[in-house]
């Protein structure tokens, strides 16, 4: 067997051909062996080993893929050759994969996996087996003492730099969609061979993100063919027709784990593109076209100091950049800023969209504040990209990311108390003050009194009138007129994903209580007027309580 136990040379390890079970997958067969020599025998097969090629006299037969976990001895799976090369049968054209269906014809609705696992037996009580916590066992699998007799695919590691702590825990359902295992504070930094050929046996992998910080997922290369290879004998995702950049790497060292072993890597180079990840093997064209990444830029302001800039470049993928791209921001501010305690963040997201979209930019600013993670906080400015990556309409292009951050070492933040309308009974066209009572943080109630017009045309009967921050206001809306806020194409959701954001301004609105109607994003209503009053940043900031408040009548 073929692979990297250190640096970028290829080690050859041997191997014990124990059996060939037929059908152990469906029309799929699995080849079992034993390391036999001292490495082997001392970290079994280790993550990072996924797609080894195993020789036997001289003839590739398949590659390292699965484990047995707890096993005495270093048993391993093997994927057959046959198997991985019937992946080439797929699409291998370099070149963006799009999510257009490729006929018209209609489908029906999707289906949605249930939120429970399905009882297929007798419930295991948690005393049957000594207990690890079942968020212990979602990350790692291989600790489910009850699984230990089965047979797993051996987890891709994912060595990470810079990332915080808490944005790795956030990811986590990103590593358990696919065989994925975090690892944190290795990989990085100087020292790799970035000349080292694309061989059977060398490492090769995907970098999520690349910059200040870096994320890389990798394996081993166990056939190449030309510019075309195959790789790690299972999926990655299991997404099946890709468009992502592969990375060769470096090993720094293995890790003889008492649970399961580990390579300790880097990325080295962008070498080619992986362009197919099916169940036997992920396979991919060596050359210099490659995808191109997606630049993030967060630029952090903090008090008098200088902005300090933070590059990244991001993996290009509709299900994981905005995962991915939010990461990025939490962990800038955890590094630049702090993880915790009394803050407040200002932000400001820019989206620039491929010129040929015809999408102008989308703009979005917000203010935050609170005592935990301003990093979270931060990130939470980018939410809108896995929602224009993912629409239903259509596919809009994203060219680069900027997300400007404002942040501020307390908390200024408000609480409305109460809200006051100063008369009951007024005319169209007049006006009518609302008092409004804050509380902010740590401090004395404020009062402060808004002036607003009752429009000429408003219809007689009795009005609501709600006092709140701009997203509150938009939840509430949300809640009172659905039809309004479901979009019916890109530009629509686009014009959406624009609202919202001012934390820091207070929403004043009297609904009508005449019935309305909202239909898809436009809305009809006999009277809906919202006063933008600005509670200005000298002030307060965010947290502001919202809640509804009586009883205008509106006299004809």
């Known amino acids: 067997m073929l692979t990297i136990v250190e640096g970028s040379q290829i080690d050859r390890l041997p ?96 289906f949605v996996a249930p939120s429970g696992q399905v009882d297929v037996g007798r419930r295991r009580d948690s005393t049957e087996f000594d207990a690890v916590p079942p968020g212990v066992i979602r990350d790692f699998p291989s600790l489910d003492r009850s699984r230990s007799a089965q047979m797993q695919q051996l987890q891709v590691p994912v060595a990470m730099r810079g990332v915080a702590v808490g944005a790795m825990e956030a990811l986590g359902s990103l590593f358990r969609g696919g065989a994925l295992r975090p690892l944190a504070s290795v990989g990085g930094g100087g020292g790799v061979d970035v000349d080292a050929p694309v061989t059977p046996g060398s490492t090769i992998g995907v970098e999520y993100i690349r910059g200040d910080i870096s994320m890389y997922a990798f394996g081993t290369v166990t056939y190449r063919d030309g510019g075309r290879i195959l790789a790690f004998g299972h999926p990655a995702f299991g997404r099946g027709d890709s468009y992502l950049p592969l990375s060769s790497g470096f090993v720094h060292f293995l890790v003889a784990d008492q649970i399961m072993s580990y390579k300790n890597g880097s990325p080295s180079r962008v070498v080619g593109t992986l362009t197919q990840d099916r169940e036997a093997a992920i396979a991919g064209v060596i050359g210099d076209e490659h995808p191109p990444f997606l630049p993030l830029v967060v630029t952090v302001t903090s008090g008098d100091d200088a902005a300090r800039e933070y590059t990244y470049e991001v993996m290009r993928h509709p299900l994981y950049s905005g995962g991915l791209a939010r990461t990025a921001v939490w962990s ?177 609105s009297l609904v009508s209580s005449k019935m309305g109607v909202a239909v898809a994003a436009f809305a009809f209503l006999p009277y809906c007027q919202s006063m933008g009053a600005n509670v200005t940043a000298d002030s307060f900031t965010a947290g502001m309580r919202p809640g509804l408040i009586a009883l205008l009548t509106l006299l004809g």
């Open 332 to 508: 800038t501010l955890d590094s630049a800023e702090k993880t915790g305690g009394d803050h407040t963040v200002r932000t400001k997201a820019t989206v620039t969209f491929d010129a040929e979209s015809g999408h102008k930019p989308l703009v979005k600013t917000n203010v935050m504040s609170g005592t935990f993670a301003p990093g979270l906080a931060a990130s939470t400015a980018l939410s809108s990209v896995s929602s224009i990556l993912n629409n239903w309409y259509d596919e809009i292009p994203i060219e680069r990311i900027d997300l400007d951050v404002e942040f501020g070492d307390a908390r200024q933040a408000a609480a409305i108390t109460s809200a006051r309308i100063t008369k009951q009974r007024v005319r169209p066209g007049d006006s009518v003050d609302v008092a409004v009572t804050f509380r902010p943080y740590l401090d004395e109630p404020v009062v402060k009194s808004y002036s607003v017009a009752i429009p000429p045309d408003a219809p007689e009967g009795f009005t609501m009138a709600f006092v709140g921050d701009e997203n509150s206001y938009l939840s509430w809306e949300r809640t009172r007129a659905t039809k309004k806020y479901q979009p019916s194409n890109a530009e629509q959701l686009l014009e959406l994903l624009a609202q919202g954001g001012g934390g820091d301004r207070l929403m004043i």
């Open 15 to 110: 191997i014990e051909i124990l059996s060939v079970e037929k059908g152990f997958f469906a029309k799929s067969d699995l080849i079992w062996a034993r390391g036999t020599g001292p490495i082997m025998a001392h970290s079994g097969a280790a993550q990072g080993m996924s797609g080894s090629p195993v020789y036997v006299d001289g003839r590739l037969i398949g590659a390292l893929a699965y484990v047995l976990p707890y096993s005495k001895d270093p048993l391993f799976g093997v994927t057959p050759i046959a198997q991985m090369l019937a992946v080439w049968d797929h699409d291998m054209t370099v070149g963006p994969r799009s999510r257009r269906p490729r006929t018209r014809q209609m489908g029906f609705a999707p």
